[in-house]
């Protein structure tokens, strides 16, 4: 094999190895908790866990003056719950 193959694979194999940074999780801020919830239902909806999708979406309805729960959205039914139920007390 020619030497620019041996010189490319050698390339590729130091930068792999000494030079390529590893990929750091991102970190995404969420908010606080807004109350103390107990874990298994929050304002009628069921939770997974720990309730903070619910408090999300609860503290993103709050801070967008959300009161129609046909303008909650997201990536998460537990968020859009939360969001649901800011605008039904709303």
Request: aromatic share 18%.
């Amino acid at each position: 094999m020619s030497r620019w193959f041996w010189i490319t694979i050698f390339l590729i194999f130091f930068y792999n190895i000494f030079i390529k940074e590893e990929k750091k999780p991102v970190f995404i801020p969420s908010y606080a908790p807004i109350y103390q919830s107990p874990i298994g239902t929050e304002g009628g909806y069921e939770c997974t866990v720990d309730c903070s999708g619910h408090e999300a979406g609860y503290r993103w309805a709050e801070d967008n003056d959300i009161d129609d729960p046909d303008d909650c959205y997201g990536n998460s039914q537990s968020f859009i719950e939360g969001c649901r139920q800011y605008a039904d007390e709303h």
